[in-house]
């Protein structure tokens, strides 16, 4: 029997908007943006694949603007559903996504 891992709950990342868990692991662990529209949540690594930064402007903090998460860094936008980027410097390329659940108000690693 597998037991699912609890982030954060769903009332903490905002509608429309995102925030980041750190997630532990034994190499040290990495940080997970959670992007929520309606009782859906995304999930990707918190690293542009143009340069390796981190996305946000300030931890937990992230530009979102028509659809699109903005790296911080460099301008690229990506699909909040998809995690593929459609403008700037990584354009073809993806955030790596993880897959979470939502349930009982909670957001999940499976």
Known sequence: MSVSKTLCKLEEVPDGGA???????????????LLRRGERVFAYHNECPHAGRRLDWAPGRFLIEAGSLICAAHGAMFSIESGRCHAGPCLGAGLVAVRVDVADGEVRLP
């Not at 925030?19 to 692991?25: G, H, L, N």
């Open 19 to 33: 925030t980041a868990v750190q997630v532990d692991s034994s190499s040290g662990g990495f940080s997970l943006i």
